[in-house]
């Protein structure tokens, strides 16, 4: 039986928080177009459930590697990751399901929203 194929943001995809849909626990392909993304992303690979302690190294590293990505230290629902190739290198990274992104934002008393 399949489950549920669900959307989440990924952090630091060559230096992008790219939106993908994937099945947790079911590899899939995602392909970013350089005129969607500024550069062309080919991401294969699995979103795997974790502990809160591997989430945390995860993101630890993630942000380690690119310090733009300190504002996901916020992330609440540590749940997810990330694991397989960005344009064919082996990579982790953290993950963040769509539900659990907006909720952050909908919760933070200091943030402001625009929507156009």
Not at 73 to 79: D, G, L, P, Q, T
């Amino acid at each position: 039986m399949r489950g549920k194929t669900m959307k989440f943001m990924l952090y630091n995809v060559e230096g992008l928080s790219i939106p993908v849909e994937a099945e947790p626990g079911r590899p899939f392909k995602f392909n970013c177009s350089e005129e969607e993304c500024g550069k062309s992303v080919t991401i294969e690979g699995v979103i795997l459930p974790v502990s809160e302690d591997e989430f945390a190294v995860v993101l630890n590293a993630a942000i380690d590697e690119n310090p733009d990505f300190k504002a996901i230290e916020e992330i609440k629902a540590r749940k997810y990751i990330f694991k397989g190739k960005v344009n064919g290198v082996e990579t982790v990274l953290p993950a963040e399901t769509f539900e659990d992104f907006a909720k952050r934002f909908i919760e933070a008393v200091d943030s402001v929203l625009l929507l156009r």
